[in-house]
């Protein structure tokens, strides 16, 4: 298991459901070697838990912000400090909470 240098929970907010933000999501974490997971959640919003270097997740939180095509993220917001409680290498999607 790798060592997690920074971990962030994170919520979006907005028009993140059913236009693929977790699969963005996915992808992302892949691309910047950031483990943890992404979720639907039952209120409309995304959440996250993202775990890694520091810089690779100021990117991620930045492609976060932005979505993918036809997402419009309202409000994007980041727990400091979050605990990468159980993370094993990887980044999975979630069922829905």
């Known amino acids: 298991m790798k060592e997690c240098a920074v971990a962030r929970r994170v919520v979006a907010e907005g ?7 977790r699969e963005f999501t996915r992808r992302w974490a892949m691309r910047l070697n950031i483990s943890g997971w992404v ?17 690779d ?3 991620m939180l930045e492609k976060l912000r932005q979505g993918p095509p036809g997402a419009a993220v309202h ?8 605990s990468g409680e ?7 999607v979630r069922p829905t909470f």
């Open 15 to 21: 028009v993140v459901q059913g236009v693929g933000y």
């Open 39 to 55: 979720r639907n959640r039952r209120d409309g919003a995304v959440e996250a838990l993202v775990c890694g270097a520091a810089a």
């Open 86 to 92: 159980g993370e094993a290498a990887g980044f999975a």
């Open 57 to 59: 997740i100021d990117l």
């Open 75 to 82: 409000a994007l917001r980041v727990e400091e400090g979050a």
